[in-house]
């Protein structure tokens, strides 16, 4: 069985400042990782994924995550916050190598950035 | 936009009733899921579909039911209403293959 954890239901960063959310999961196989992003009263969008190819990848809006099997962890990370970030965080993971995709969610992250 | 449509956005109902939502996958993909989000159980995944046929199941209750048409659409049924089916009701398509879901905007149901 495939689980996340996202680790703070909610940061606060301010304008300009690092970005740093965390993200570890549990999977018994080779994992697919995701980040998706919910903007207020909307749907989610996909921000990047890994998918074995390059353990640091990068999604789009400066974002980027590293994939640390050791940690089995896939932080995500931007250099410089913007207003425009504040939004809901969601790291996902599936099963590789099957015919079923389906996401296991962590319960998300709030981001709020203060100017 | 991800290509994806769900209809309608938002649906309000009593107990006991039934509704039906409907996805519209991208055009090409094959593959549609649903998920269901609320303040108590984040998001979940419900059911697969590929191609017409359910490939996956999740926590989805037996209250629920969905089906793909030859189209690629998809339907959401949910039946004997409950206050706690209130929710975020999406759908994603993905193509062939491939791991990459595209989301939908969402059905927000409230249940009264």
């Known amino acids: 069985a495939q689980s996340v954890t996202q680790l703070g239901s909610h940061v606060s960063v301010s304008e300009g400042a690092l970005v740093l959310l965390r993200c570890n999961y549990s999977s018994s196989v080779p994992p697919y990782l995701f980040w998706y992003v919910q903007y207020p009263n909307q749907g989610l969008q996909l921000l990047l994924k890994y998918t074995s190819a390059a353990t640091l990848v990068k999604g789009i809006n400066g974002f980027e995550a590293e994939f640390k099997k050791s940690e089995t962890s896939f932080h995500l990370t931007k250099p410089s916050a913007h207003m425009s970030d504040a939004a809901e965080y969601f790291c996902a993971v599936s099963e590789s190598g099957g015919s079923n995709y389906k996401l296991t969610f962590g319960k998300g992250t709030l981001l709020t950035v203060n100017p | 936009d991800s290509g994806v449509t769900q209809t309608p956005k938002h649906l309000i109902t009593a107990t006991g009733q039934r509704v039906t939502l409907r996805c519209s996958p991208r055009s090409g993909d094959l593959s549609v899921y649903w998920y269901q989000q609320s303040l108590d159980q984040g998001l979940q995944f419900l059911i697969q579909y590929y191609n017409g046929e359910e490939r996956a199941k999740g926590n989805i209750l037996e209250r629920f039911s969905a089906q793909q048409f030859p189209d690629l659409h998809s339907e959401l049924n949910l039946s004997s209403l409950e206050l706690g089916d209130s929710a975020l009701y999406f759908c994603?398509?993905?193509?062939?293959?491939?791991?990459?879901?595209?989301f939908g905007p969402g059905t927000r149901l409230t249940v009264l």
């Open positions: 994603a398509s993905s193509g062939q293959g491939t791991d990459t879901q595209y």
